[in-house]
């Protein structure tokens, strides 16, 4: 998984570099949902973090997800919206302390 931050949202080559997290073993179904990339927009607010989001998005396969982590509270509705309007699929969403996380599958 490629940790992506605020100067490229994601790096085109998928390349592991030091900021690359390794996965964790699972059952299939979180293996199914393990994020290809991260988007950390924490601290921005409207519209970066769709912004990065959109951008990050269209650098993945079909199938392959997205986690977008925010903070800004208007995320949660922006990014839930978007989806909706694109036809993306949230597959997973967390809201712990102000931090919300997004898993997002590109599904065209």
């Known amino acids: 998984m ?11 080559s998928r390349r592991p570099d030091a900021r690359t997290r390794h996965a964790t073993e ?10 290809m990339a ?9 519209p970066m973090p769709i912004t990065m ?6 650098k993945l396969d079909v199938g392959e997800v997205l986690m977008v982590e925010a903070d800004d ?3 949660e509705e922006d990014i839930r919206r978007w989806a909706d309007r694109v036809g993306h699929e949230i597959v997973k969403f967390e809201k712990d302390d102000g931090i919300m996380r ?7």
Do not use: H, W
């Not at 991260?38 to 409207?46: H, N, Q, R």
């Not at 989001?53 to 269209?58: L, Y």
């Not at 997004?102 to 065209?108: A, E, G, L």
């Open 53 to 58: 989001t959109k951008e990050a998005m269209e």
């Open 73 to 75: 509270p208007a995320a």
């Open 26 to 35: 699972g059952n299939e179904m979180e293996q199914e949902n393990k994020p």
């Open 2 to 12: 490629i940790r992506c931050n605020r100067e490229s949202a994601v790096d085109a």
């Open 102 to 108: 997004f898993s997002i599958r590109k599904m065209k």
């Open 38 to 46: 991260v988007v950390d927009c924490i601290g921005l607010y409207c």
